[in-house]
């Protein structure tokens, strides 16, 4: 795999604080400056030790933001310019890794139930991207005070919830301006997909949260929601 191929700047990140968590040395010039002051001939120096490490640099690979749904998504972001964001399950980062590149300075709370998922964004974190913060937690659990995010977004999430209610009014109660949601629009054999939300679900679940200002739209095999909340609505 090539390194064109890869977010450079988060894998090299993720290099630099897989190092510090495992205690590994690194030379001065690279472990030592802001990741934005980094070299691109710096950054491939950092890759070529996560490769010889192991670190699986594969995780980091471009395209995503090319998916219909993540476009869609970073499209009305950068509309309404958020000032914070909370993800729910971030997961691999399909939708987190275009945000972070897109939106350089907005401070983004990521919320995961895995905690193998959390460690490598927190890795992340450690390497120099600290405006990311990676917490395992569950959103329909999550003690936290309300209106503490302008935008939630929660993307192929809660097709996965057992109590999808408890979420979508959580997500409600946090954000200050906007939550975002896509889910599948159709049936599939994934086993993990508990629900198929549809925009009747949808309408019913948010509008017990409290919202009814929402908008759908979609793309091929996916429902899309911008629910607008307090001011926004």
Not at 97 to 109: G, I, K, S
């Amino acid at each position: 795999m090539r390194y064109t191929e890869l977010y450079r700047s988060l894998a090299a990140a993720a290099v630099r604080g897989c190092a510090a968590r495992e205690g590994r040395s690194l030379p001065p010039q690279l472990g030592e400056p802001p990741l934005g002051a980094l070299t691109e001939e710096d950054i491939t120096a950092l890759l070529d030790l996560g490769r010889a490490w192991g670190v699986k640099l594969y995780r980091f690979k471009r395209g995503h933001k090319d998916m219909p749904r993540v476009k869609q998504i970073l499209g009305f972001l950068r509309g309404v310019q958020p000032e914070s964001l909370l993800d729910v399950g971030s997961g691999r980062g399909v939708f987190l890794f275009p945000f972070l590149e897109a939106f350089p300075a907005v401070p983004v709370t990521s919320l995961d139930l895995l905690d193998y998922r959390v460690a490598f964004l927190e890795d992340i974190r450690l390497g120099g991207v600290d405006r990311l913060t990676a917490l395992r937690a569950d959103i329909c659990a999550w003690p936290v005070q309300e209106k503490i995010a302008d935008v939630v977004t929660m993307l192929e999430v809660l097709e996965h919830i057992p109590d999808v209610q408890a979420a979508v009014t959580a997500a409600v109660r946090i954000a200050r301006r906007y939550v975002a949601v896509t889910v599948p629009s159709k049936e599939d054999d994934n086993p993990e997909h508990i629900h198929l939300l549809t925009k009747q679900v949808l309408t019913e679940l948010f509008r017990n949260a409290g919202c009814d200002r929402l908008h759908f739209g979609g793309v091929p095999g996916h429902l899309i929601l911008i629910a607008a909340i307090g001011e926004e609505a």
